[in-house]
RNA sequence: CAGCUCGUAGCUUAGUUGGUUAGAGCACCAGUCUUUUAAACUGGGGGUCGAAGGUUCGAUUCCUUCUGGGCCGACCA
């Protein structure tokens, strides 16, 4: 069967053979990198006015983009720069000449070059080097598929089939300036909140990613075993009682970037593995959680966007603090017309008929509340609110409402009627948390299998004592994805996960 | 997992109401050109039209199944 994924068509090697990499195994690319200046200014600054930079001498690395006339691309980390290459140019002995012109011959898009070489502006203005040597650093022996863009900014031939660009990311990358864009913009936001986080003294922690037990969130785990202890392991579908434990242990405030792993569906917002970011803060409830929220957004949007009006489509979030607050019940009954905040079971399954909202047997009051507001009110959202004051039994970890009967002190973040963040103040009194587990074991036996587990390490670890705390978790691909403007998650994943390619090997394997 | 939709050269694609050797641009190869800017000029190689089966005198085109994507649901608090 012929292989889709074969990748660009594979070239003759001439180049490859001809020119070692070990005869040039000195060439230092790094002599040009340390002028930061000229970096600048080569890739920034087109045309008039080359000032103290003008003819002078500079070495470069990068890939060969392609030629046309004596004019060649290259290309580095930093952008695209051209070079002037004409014939019997460069080069100072005969030698040398020939050895250059035999080179340029052999050069195909993609292979790495060294140049030196003097800064110039070319009759139409653009800042090139003339190029006085060149050295060949790597051979790119697949045709990569170049794209072509005009000064109004069409764009050619672009490589856009998303199963190749996901499936060959590095191809990807070197094509398709706005990919790496995005990826560059996702490390700014991260680094935005690390700095957040870190000028509050926050700790930033690592806890297992292996668990004997996988708690802190309901879903289905990925399951391994470890086989000196001859146990199971599952990958972490939370770090939350993790973080607990710290807490515990008298840490005022943790954070974790947490990779999680959830074996479950995929679509444009949900990858096997994704980020979170969660962070428990002792002595603190939930109302400083959403103040503190609203902060870390604010700088967030400004650091990574430059602004707190952010362009999501064909609509602008507004990041400036104070964001909206409605508790869940009003917002059910702003998008119903409906009060359900009296309601007992029955009724709300009248509502949720009403609405023709499935429902089935094991749905009790929260689920059923949980259910109306996802249908009816959560895509509404679209500027930043927090939902508050859920039911107590979708929620086992939380603290229940100070005043409100049957309710927990919970929120969570809704940005452009999607969740983004999720945060409690955290159930620290360990007999409630005790009963709440067992009525999870009781759900498991009636056949939920998103009832959380039992731990009873856990259950130790508060029995000494925690303080009063909030906790919140940010969806970090989701965060990703509002800030870059993008719809999918797997444009804010850099190797998003796919279907195994399909070889004639595994071909094989399957039918032995 | 359901519905819809797509798969033609390394990339982007044209096309066939079923009919001779499936066209093009870029890329690649051989030359020409050398201050250009998506695409200079001439020539060349490269495709079992995603795979298998069926209908037919004849299938890249129609049908079925499979396979890998995409969209939209379901599921995932």
């Not at 009627?417 to 948390?433: F, H, R, T, V």
């Amino acid at each position: 069967m012929k292989n889709k994924f074969n990748g660009g068509k594979l070239l003759a090697d001439e180049a490859a053979t001809e020119f070692k990499l070990s005869e040039n195994i000195e060439f230092d690319a790094g002599v040009s990198r340390e002028a930061t200046d000229l970096n600048t200014f080569l890739h920034d600054i087109k045309g008039e006015g080359l000032g103290e930079y003008n003819e002078k001498a500079v070495q470069l690395a990068g890939r060969f983009m392609g030629q046309r006339g004596p004019f060649a691309k290259l290309q580095d980390s930093e952008g695209v720069i051209q070079l002037f290459m004409g014939k019997g140019k460069y080069g100072e002995t005969e030698e040398e000449q020939e050895r250059h012109a035999k080179l340029v011959k052999l050069l195909d898009i993609g292979d790495f070059i060294g140049v030196k070489g003097e800064v110039f502006s070319t009759g139409t203005g653009e800042v090139s080097i003339r190029v006085n040597e060149l050295t060949f650093l790597g051979k790119s022996l697949r045709t990569l598929p170049i794209v072509k863009r005009d000064k109004e900014g069409n764009v050619y031939d672009e490589f856009k089939d998303p199963e190749l660009r996901y499936r060959m990311r590095y191809v990807d990358l070197v094509v398709n300036p706005k990919v790496k864009d995005t990826f560059l913009k996702r490390t700014k936001m991260v680094n935005s909140i690390r700095e957040f986080l870190n000028g509050h003294d926050a700790i930033e922690v690592d806890t297992p990613v292996l668990q004997p037990i996988p708690g802190g969130a309901a879903a289905r785990p990925f399951k391994t075993h470890h086989n000196s202890l001859d146990i199971p392991l599952y990958m972490r579908i939370a770090n939350e009682l993790y973080l607990k434990r710290l807490i515990v242990g008298g840490f005022d405030w943790v954070y974790e970037f947490s990779r999680n792993f959830r074996n479950e569906g995929m679509d444009r917002t949900h990858n096997p593995e994704f980020t979170v970011l969660e962070f428990y803060v002792a002595y603190k409830d939930y109302f400083w959680m959403m103040e503190t929220t609203e902060k870390m957004l604010e700088k967030v949007a400004m650091d990574t966007c430059g602004t707190t009006e952010v362009q999501v489509g064909d609509k602008t979030i507004s990041f400036k603090a104070p964001f909206k607050r409605i508790s869940i019940l009003d917002a059910i009954k702003e998008h119903s017309g409906t009060d359900v905040s009296e309601m007992g079971e029955d009724e709300l399954r009248a509502v949720c008929k009403k609405h023709h909202i499935e429902v089935d047997k094991s749905m009790g009051k929260g689920k059923l509340i949980d259910e109306l507001f996802g249908e009816l009110a959560e895509h509404h959202y679209i500027q930043p609110t927090f939902i508050i004051d859920y039911p107590v039994e979708m929620s086992p970890l939380t603290k229940k409402h100070r005043s409100k009967e049957g309710l927990v002190e919970r929120f969570e973040l809704m940005i452009n009627g999607k969740e983004i963040a999720n945060a409690y103040s955290e159930l620290n009194d360990p007999i409630d948390q005790r009963e709440r587990f067992e009525e999870q074991m009781k759900l498991m036996e009636r056949g939920d299998d998103e009832a959380m587990f039992i731990d009873q390490d856990f259950l130790r670890a508060l029995e000494y004592g925690m303080p009063p705390t909030s906790g919140i978790g940010f969806g970090i691909d989701r965060m990703a994805m509002l800030f870059t403007n993008q719809s999918s998650i797997q444009e804010v994943l850099f190797f998003p996960q796919m279907r195994p390619e399909k070889s004639e090997k595994n071909k094989v394997d399957e039918v032995e």
